[in-house]
Nanobody, 117 residues
């Protein structure tokens, strides 16, 4: 019923760029705060970036100035533009949709980002 499907991950070189996409279905997308999380091996899940339904954004300090989160409500899609990639950006990246008013949270299955020479 509800699906969040990430795409765009893959292998990038240090300093390179990737653009992740998360296509949502089964939710009224424009009413949800969207977020990207990541989890590297042996590490806890980390909140990377959020974008509210009003378009306000927040970023983890580790990605500020390098990553940009955006959303296209007409396409029910949230993006994460990742520039100046570093090896420590290597992780599984997960899309999250949250509707706090109704205590609704949904997760995608993730897309792998590997930054390596």
């Amino acid at each position: 019923q509800v699906q969040l499907v990430e795409s765009g991950g893959g292998l990038a070189q240090p300093g390179g760029s990737l653009r992740l996409s998360c296509a949502a279905s089964g939710i009224r997308f424009s009413t949800y705060t969207m977020a990207w999380y990541r989890q590297a091996p042996g590490k806890q899940r980390e909140l990377v970036a959020t974008i509210t339904r009003g378009g306000s954004t927040n970023y983890a300090d580790s990605v500020k100035g390098r990553f940009t989160i955006s959303r296209d409500n007409a396409k029910n899609t949230v993006y994460l533009q990742m520039n100046s990639l570093r090896p420590d950006d290597t992780a599984g990246y997960y899309c999250n949709a949250d509707h706090a008013l109704f205590s609704l949270t949904y997760w995608g299955q993730g897309t792998q980002v590997t930054v390596s020479s």
